[in-house]
């Protein structure tokens, strides 16, 4: 079979991009957390919330410090999320401390697109929260949080070092995700420092 | 009295250096922490500690998220040292969640350089901590943060979105201190955000 030279430019083209693909994996989406439960129990509510999560969309791998979940951004956000809610005990202390970021590590990724914890954002509770979004430009990251937080209703103020925020779980938690989403059009590997709290006997 | 032209230009650039002290405050150093001790008698440890440790030296604040620190470098994680030292509680499991970053706001810093609660520098104790330095090159924080923590013989491993260190809570605390002095030397406002993990449960 004779290539003239427009089939053999569109082949090797073909074989460029292909190679792109395989040779540069698919930017993967993570959240490395830890809850903290105030109470000698924190061990069964932990435990009890893991067991009730379903990690099944996700690479889960949990360490002394933390828990990370790797893979499709909303899949990992329904982990996470799933995670919280089970965790929230009535009348118990807790907080969560997690890093949003992505990174191009190796993962195998969910072959569908299905969010197992999805019945946790039928839960409703107030929550506390603070966050910070880092990422190339310093002011644009405060930016971008306060303004997602105002248009889900629960940006308080901005403070030194974070964005304080305070409502319903579903809404911060909505304002985490767009926040996420954000992150695909600001270059390098920004990260979304957050921190949730319920049940705080602090006064406001 | 007359005033010939040298003396005038050296009055006027005396008031503009004097403006410029006032109007362009010091660098602000700053701690943003909160202690997560998972017991029923959380409440009794956290304000044990905040009485015993010595916040004269800083200006203090606290929220229902957090409690933030700003003043001179050194005072400032003297009181963040005394405060986790304090709260620490043999066969509790605690953790702190820490952002140490730089601004520009008002400020009444201490008129002297004295470090009150140094006394914690003789306290030791395992811990386990993770850091990640966000600045303005991605990888120069975390090449800096790993450096630092091996030359304190704290490294662990560089993993997704942190640093993991073990060790002695005074090297880890003197590995912290190191980082935060190589921010001086970073454009912007960097910041390390750290977590510290004593008594944990959970097997290595």
């Given at each position: 079979m004779s290539m003239n030279k427009e089939t053999l430019v569109s082949a090797v083209q073909k074989r460029i991009r292909q190679a792109g693909r395989e040779g540069t994996p698919e930017r993967v989406f993570g959240c490395r957390f830890a809850l903290s439960i105030m109470s000698d129990n924190y061990i069964d509510i932990i435990l009890g919330s893991l067991a009730k999560t379903?990690?099944?969309?996700v690479e889960a791998s949990t360490g002394r410090l933390s828990t990370l979940y790797r893979g499709k951004r909303a899949q990992v956000l329904d982990a996470l999320e799933g995670c919280f809610i089970h965790a929230f005990t009535e009348g118990i202390h807790m907080t969560l401390e997690a890093t949003l970021s992505t990174d191009e590590g190796p993962c195998r990724f969910s072959e569908d697109d299905v969010c197992?914890?999805?019945?946790?954002?039928?839960i409703h509770f107030p929550c506390n929260a603070k966050l910070k979004l880092y990422c190339a430009e310093e002011k644009k990251g405060d930016v971008l949080a306060s303004s997602i937080a105002a248009g889900h209703g629960v940006l308080v103020k901005e403070d030194y070092y974070c964005t304080v925020l305070k409502g319903d779980i579903q809404a911060v938690f909505y304002t985490i995700e767009d926040i996420c989403k954000e992150m695909?059009?600001?270059?390098?590997h920004p990260a979304l420092e957050v921190t949730l709290s319920v049940n705080s006997p602090t006064a406001e």
């Open positions: 379903d990690t099944s969309r197992p914890n999805a019945d946790s954002r039928e695909d059009h600001l270059p390098g």
